[in-house]
């Protein structure tokens, strides 16, 4: 059962990789406003569900909704410099600073699900956020999981 | 003075000619001799009881008001200090979190420091700690002092010198595996928990030889009866035996090796029954709905032989958690009378917001009352069942996957956390540091990943409705189940209380306060503020005729983890960090010792 699950699994990150379980539109448009947040403040999905996974392993060190902590550097400033090609190398790769002054480490998350399934989402919230056009916290309202978000969730989860 | 003297306990334990009985013999009287001595503090709940109940009077009720710091003591670390100093004879150790240093110092000599120990542990660990880099403490046994890593390396340092005597790696920090919890001395052996809730890993208990560091016994929290150490016939729950297979039948295929149900809390031991009692925590993931079942045996009290590890009884408080109510909190072994009948009692103060009064020999429920009148997720608790009577308005079961359940109490901390009661004799009562604070919970699908967090929710916290206090210091009368006083506190009190026959009651505060308290009353007598908030237990301890009172300082922990962090803002911490957010107006970093006496 986890064997099966773990091949599947690596079959989805490639296909995350290539850019995936947020069908992308044109590589450029989508990197720089990866996301869709309606004039009443309803957020599109993919943003919802990247404040969720975000707020659920990412913000014990960079902080909530991406400030920054004494662990971890304030993403929403990191978003603004940062292109979605290093921010993937980044969280997939992982990074260590570790020396007599600091011992900071980005762990790496290429081997999981939970991170590499929604690495697209986490990066439209991030964006989001950097760009100042979600506030903090939970979203007040969002749209509703879109039917194929939720089919390509499952191959990539294997669920 | 007509004691034996710490000096001639230590050359006692020292004599290495003596043969591997007369060692064990020799372990096992000795703290059996010293955890009756109220001079000296030798396991971190001051004896195997936990009752962390302190003889001491010569502060008392009536002079605690002049306390002064006597001196104090920096660890050099920034997180969260959870734990305490223990006092054997004219030493004192005192711990850190991670690197997890270890300092012997010399009351004689006005705390002089005669070693340190600082382990080479891989940086990697810090990221898989779920809840800052605490530790609980190290154990006395035998002339070594017990360290247990955050790597989960379980060390033996020889006490007087600091030198290793021996190691053994108790599990994989790869995995997600870490040590937070202190160590158990019990006759020949030194039992260690686990941590990694949050990781998907699957909790145990092992025994250790405290001669060679082998492995006397191992028994784990869910699995095959052999594994989980349960005798189908004998073990029995609420009296019942549990049968065969009792826990792989409470879990969807393989499930329960990520199971979850760690034991990171507090352990304690009852010499006449020869019994060891712990908790397990929650069962991984904390998205409910991807593992059906009742989960055992997570957010299970266990009673254990101390010899072999076999369960004698247990139960299971929260079948199925759905909001992370880790049973691990401590057991308090007390004897009491319930409805006109001489007990032996077992006391535990659950994360589920319920006081828990059990038959600690047979494992019979005798009173659950909720210690917070804020909890709401169940009604009562079945004291023939043992079953909670859940409030589906606040069942993320129910509620299902993707549905934020709001106003759950109490939050995924619970009423309270790991920071250890007390119970004093002399009143009868119990003295619980408690959190009062509510929830949001929001469950969705995760998938594991060996040493990837597992957690699958997003939480915020807050106070309940209405209210503006985030915690209460209460005092408990168990064999009613009732709250004889309760004094509001703003932050919860996640510091480890400490009664004496002074008629005192101590705690300390998130803010940083040292507090002592009338016992009787509640009424607040004393307080200082330390240099940062206090989420490590008060201990006191008698040298050259004077007694003194010890605490660290060194603020951290889930509560305290945003601040641990240097978050100003809301909502972190896996939740915490919106609740105490305030918290950084009052307190900043850095571990410091206390120690206070009454002026000369």
């Known amino acids: 059962m986890r064997s099966a699950c773990r091949s599947l699994f690596f079959l989805a990150v490639a296909v995350t990789l290539a850019g995936s379980v947020q069908a992308q539109e044109t590589a450029s448009t989508t990197e720089e406003k990866p996301y869709h947040v309606a004039e009443d403040g309803t957020v599109s999905w993919p943003v919802f569900s990247g404040f969720r996974r975000y707020n659920s392993v990412c913000h014990t060190c960079h902080g909530p909704d991406g400030v920054g902590s004494t662990f971890a550097p304030a993403l929403v400033d990191s978003m603004k410099r940062l292109s979605y090609e290093q921010y993937m190398d980044v969280v997939v790769n992982g990074r260590k600073n570790v020396n007599t002054a600091v011992q900071r480490t980005m762990p790496s998350f290429g081997l999981d699900p939970n991170v590499m399934c929604y690495i697209d989402d986490i990066y439209a919230y991030l964006k989001a956020r950097s760009d100042g056009v979600v506030p903090r916290g939970r979203p007040a309202k969002k749209e509703d999981k879109p039917a194929e978000w939720a089919e390509a969730e499952a191959a990539c989860m294997g669920l | 003075m007509a004691r034996l003297t710490p000096v001639s306990g230590f050359v006692l334990a020292f004599a290495g000619t003596m043969g591997l009985w007369a060692t064990q013999a020799a372990a096992n009287d000795e703290l059996l001799k ?19 109940y302190s003889g001491l009077d010569q502060i008392n009720r009536d002079n605690v008001g002049d306390l002064q710091v006597a001196w104090t003591f920096s660890t050099g670390v920034l997180r969260g200090h959870e734990g305490g100093p223990l006092v054997i004879g004219n030493m004192m150790y005192v711990h850190a979190p991670f690197p997890n240093t270890v300092f012997a110092l010399d009351l004689s ?8 120990y600082e382990p080479q542990q891989d940086p990697n660990v810090i990221p898989v700690m779920c809840c800052d880099t605490v530790n609980r403490g190290v154990a006395y046994g035998d002339g070594k002092i017990f360290l247990h890593q955050a790597d989960t390396k379980l060390v033996a340092l020889d006490a007087k010198t600091g030198k290793e005597v021996w190691s053994a790696m108790d599990g994989d920090a790869t995995k997600g595996e870490t040590g937070t919890s202190a160590p158990l001395v019990v006759k020949d052996k030194v039992l260690i928990g686990n941590s990694g809730g949050e990781f998907g890993v699957l909790g145990k208990v092992t025994a250790y030889n405290m001669s060679d560091g082998k492995i006397a016994w191992r028994a784990f929290s869910a699995g095959p ?22 826990s792989l039948k409470t879990w969807e295929g393989d499930q329960w090796k990520i199971g979850g149900g760690t034991t990171w809390g507090w352990m304690s031991y009852d010499p006449e029954l020869n019994l060891v009692y712990y908790g397990t925590g929650n069962p991984s993931t904390w998205n409910p709905a991807q593992r059906p079942g009742d989960n055992k045996y997570s957010m299970t009290i266990f009673a254990r032989d101390a010899d072999t590890g076999m369960a004698k009884w247990l139960y299971q408080m929260t079948p199925h958690d759905e909001w992370d109510y880790d049973g691990v909190n401590e057991m308090i072994l007390a004897d009491q009378q319930v409805n006109g009948q001489d007990r032996k009692l077992l006391v535990h ?47 993320t079961e129910a509620n299902g996957e993707d549905v934020n359940t709001t106003n759950i109490c109490p939050a995924a901390l619970g009423s309270k956390d790991q920071q250890p009661s007390a119970y004093s004799p002399k009143t009868g009562l119990f003295y619980v540091p408690t959190n009062h604070v509510c ?27 209405g209210e503006d206090h985030l915690g209460n210091f209460i005092a408990w009368d168990a064999t009613t189940g009732k709250i004889k006083w309760s004094l509001p506190e703003p932050f919860s009190v996640w510091s480890g209380a400490l009664a004496t026959a002074g008629d005192v009651v101590f705690y300390g505060t998130l803010e940083g306060y040292l507090k002592a308290v009338d016992a009787e009353t509640g009424k607040e007598l004393y307080r200082f503020k330390t240099p940062s908030g206090i989420i490590g237990n008060v201990n006191t301890y008698e040298y050259d005729g004077k007694q003194y009172i ?17 978050l100003t803002e809301d909502t972190a911490g896996l939740g915490a960090v919106g609740a105490y957010k305030a918290l950084s107006s009052y307190t900043a970093l850095g571990g410091t010792m206390t120690v206070f006496a009454l002026p000369e």
């Open chain 2, 34 to 52: 010293i955890q009756d001595d109220p001079k000296q503090w030798v396991m971190p709940l001051g004896n195997y009881s936990s009752n962390r």
């Open chain 2, 109 to 116: 000599k006005g705390g002089q420091i005669v070693w340190k």
């Open chain 2, 225 to 246: 009866d052999d594994q989980i150490k349960v005798d189908p016939e004998k073990t029995t729950a609420l009296g019942k035996p549990v049968g065969k297979d009792s």
């Open chain 2, 349 to 395: 103060f659950d994360r589920n917001g319920f006081g828990y009064t059990l038959d600690r020999d047979t494992g019979e429920l005798l009173v659950a009352e909720k210690y917070d009148p804020a909890v709401n997720w169940a009604t009562k608790i079945d004291l023939k069942t043992g079953l909670p009577d859940r409030v589906k308005e606040f069942s």
């Open chain 2, 439 to 465: 929830m949001d919970y929001e469950p969705f699908k995760v998938a594991y990943t060996a040493g990837q967090p597992y957690v699958g929710a997003t939480l915020s916290m807050y106070p309940p409705k």
């Open chain 2, 550 to 566: 010890a605490v660290l300082s060194g603020v951290g922990g889930w509560a305290g983890i945003g601040m641990a962090a240097g």
